[in-house]
C-alpha cells in the first residue's frame, strides 16, 4: 500500500472531531478511493461505500426526503451497511453521479451519527453529453465540508514508494535548509530515482507496477490506459467542446517540447483562435487534466494584474503521462542521465506540479521574448524566481541576472534548479531539482 500525504490530511480531520464531511477532489485515477479505502480500514470499525457510477441504483436512494433515517434506510435496503453509529464511515464516490447526494451531505453531516467522506472527479464542470444536461447540485452543503486536493504522487511520495527512508529525506531537508551541499554518494543515488521518476510519474497504478514489477514496459501499458481514460471522459463530458478540447491535450507534450514551451494554438490549425479554444482548454483545466501558466509583463505583485492570459504555457497533471504521450524509445536516455531530451519539456512539467500540488499558482516572465523566467511565484510578500538549467553551463541565466539587477527590492529569492548538488553563488541559490519538493 502506497503512503500518501492525504493521509495526514484525513487524520487531521478525523482528530479535529470536525462536523464536516471530507471532501476529496482531484482528476482522475489519482488515488482518491484507494486512500478513504486505507483509511477506513486504519481508523474506522466499519466502512460504507457507496460508488454511484458502479451503482446507479443507488441514486434513488436520493430521489426522496433528504433526512439521515430516510437516505440510510433506503441505502439498506439496496445492500449497503452496516450502519453503526459512532462507529462507521460512509464514503460517496464519484459523488457527480447524483447531485442529491451532494446536497444531503449537510443534513447527514448535522444530524452526527456517521463520519462521511465525499470523493470526486471532473467536479465543476458543466456535464452536458450529447443527448441530456445532467443533474445539478441544488444546493451545495457550504460550510458543510472540508476540501482536500489530491493529486499524483510527488517526488517525496515516489521515494517511500521505493524506500527511500526519512533518515535520507532529512538529510537532503537539512542541506536545502542550510545551503549545504548533499552528500556526493546520496545526491547520485537520488538524482537516479529523479530520473526514474520523470518516466513513471506519479499515477499510483503506474508507482506500484513499477516498485512490484520493476518493468517499465509494464508501466508504459498503465500510462496508456490512463491516457485512453482521459480521452474517454473528454469524449463523454465535454460535449460540444471535445473535438478541441482533445485536439488540446494531446498537444501539450509536443508543445513542451518547444523551446520557449508556450501553447501556439495556430500550431493546432491554422487561422485558431483564443476565443475559439478557451472553452475546450479550460475544460482540461477544470476536469484536473492539465494546468495554466500565464505570462506576466511585470515583476511586480499581485502577479493576477499583469496577467496576459493570451500568451500562456500548458502543463500536464503527471509527468510519467508527459514522458508516455512524448517520448518512447527516448525514455532511455532520459534513465541514463539526458535530461535536456525535448527541451527539458520533462524537468518543467515536473517543476509544474510540483508546484501546483503545494497551491502555488503557476506563471512565468517574459518581457518582449528577450528576457524568459520559467516560473515566478509570491513568496513572504516578495517574488521568487525558479529557472530550470540542465547540463553544465547552469550558471549561465542572463534573464535571471537581469530580472535581480533591475528588481533588487522585488526578488526575494533567485533559484537555478538543475542536476547539479546544492551551492550558492552571489545571489543565486541552485539546487538539484528534487528540491523542489521543499519549496
Not at 439521515?68 to 464514503?91: E, H
Not at 509494464?218 to 481514460?229: G, L, N, Y
Request: glycine residues 8%; charged residues 25%; negative net charge.
Amino acid at each position: 500500500m502506497l503512503n500518501r500525504k492525504i493521509f495526514r490530511q484525513l487524520e487531521q480531520w478525523l482528530a479535529s472531531g470536525s462536523k464536516k464531511a471530507a471532501f476529496l477532489d482531484g482528476a482522475r485515477q489519482v488515488g482518491k478511493t484507494t486512500s478513504v479505502r486505507e483509511f477506513a480500514r486504519r481508523h474506522f470499525k466499519y466502512f460504507v461505500e457507496v460508488n454511484f457510477i458502479k451503482n446507479p441504483v443507488a441514486r434513488q436512494a436520493f430521489d426522496g426526503n433528504l433526512d439521515t433515517r430516510t437516505i440510510v434506510r433506503n441505502l439498506s435496503v439496496m445492500g449497503f451497511g452496516p450502519f453503526v453509529q459512532g462507529s462507521t464511515l460512509v464514503f460517496f464516490d464519484e459523488i457527480q453521479e447524483c447531485p442529491n447526494a451532494r446536497t444531503a451531505i449537510k443534513f447527514l453531516v448535522e444530524d452526527a451519527e456517521y463520519s462521511f467522506i465525499e470523493s470526486g472527479s471532473l467536479l465543476g464542470i458543466n456535464y452536458k453529453g450529447d443527448e441530456e444536461e445532467k443533474g445539478v447540485v441544488s444546493s451545495y452543503p457550504v460550510g458543510f465540508e472540508t476540501r482536500m486536493n489530491v493529486y499524483p504522487l510527488d517526488f517525496e511520495e515516489f521515494l517511500w514508494a521505493c524506500g527511500i527512508g526519512q533518515d535520507i529525506i532529512d538529510v537532503l531537508r537539512d542541506s536545502y535548509r542550510k545551503q549545504v551541499p548533499v552528500p556526493q554518494f546520496i545526491h547520485d543515488r537520488i538524482m537516479g530515482y529523479f530520473r526514474q521518476y520523470l518516466i513513471v510519474g506519479g499515477m499510483p497504478e503506474a508507482v506500484q507496477t513499477f516498485v512490484t514489477e520493476e518493468d517499465f514496459r509494464k508501466v508504459e501499458a498503465v500510462h496508456k490506459d490512463i491516457v485512453a481514460s482521459y480521452r474517454d471522459d473528454i469524449a463523454k463530458y465535454a460535449g460540444k467542446d471535445k473535438v478541441l478540447a482533445k485536439r488540446v491535450f494531446d498537444a501539450i507534450p509536443s508543445q513542451l517540447a518547444k523551446q520557449d514551451k508556450r501553447f501556439v494554438l495556430a500550431e493546432l490549425e491554422k487561422g485558431a483562435s483564443r476565443r475559439k479554444y478557451e472553452d475546450p482548454t479550460q475544460w482540461l483545466i477544470d476536469a484536473g487534466d492539465a494546468y495554466y501558466s500565464f505570462n506576466t509583463t511585470n515583476l511586480e505583485l499581485p502577479f493576477s494584474l499583469y496577467e496576459n492570459r493570451k500568451l500562456y504555457k500548458l502543463y500536464m497533471v503527471d509527468t510519467g503521462l508527459v514522458s508516455h504521450m512524448m517520448l518512447g524509445s527516448m525514455q532511455f536516455s532520459v534513465l541514463n542521465g539526458d535530461l535536456s531530451v525535448n527541451g527539458g519539456a520533462l524537468t518543467e512539467n515536473y517543476v509544474a506540479t510540483e508546484l501546483a500540488g503545494k497551491g502555488i499558482g503557476l506563471h512565468y516572465y517574459d518581457r518582449k521574448s528577450k528576457q524568459e523566467l520559467d516560473f515566478i511565484f509570491e513568496e513572504d510578500g516578495l517574488i521568487t524566481v525558479l529557472e530550470v538549467k540542465l547540463g553544465t553551463s547552469y550558471r549561465k541565466h542572463s534573464s535571471l541576472n537581469a530580472a535581480i539587477r533591475d528588481n533588487p527590492d522585488r526578488i526575494g529569492r533567485a533559484i537555478v534548479l538543475g542536476s547539479n548538488n546544492v551551492e550558492t553563488s552571489d545571489s543565486v541559490l541552485y539546487l538539484p531539482l528534487y528540491m523542489t519538493m521543499f519549496l
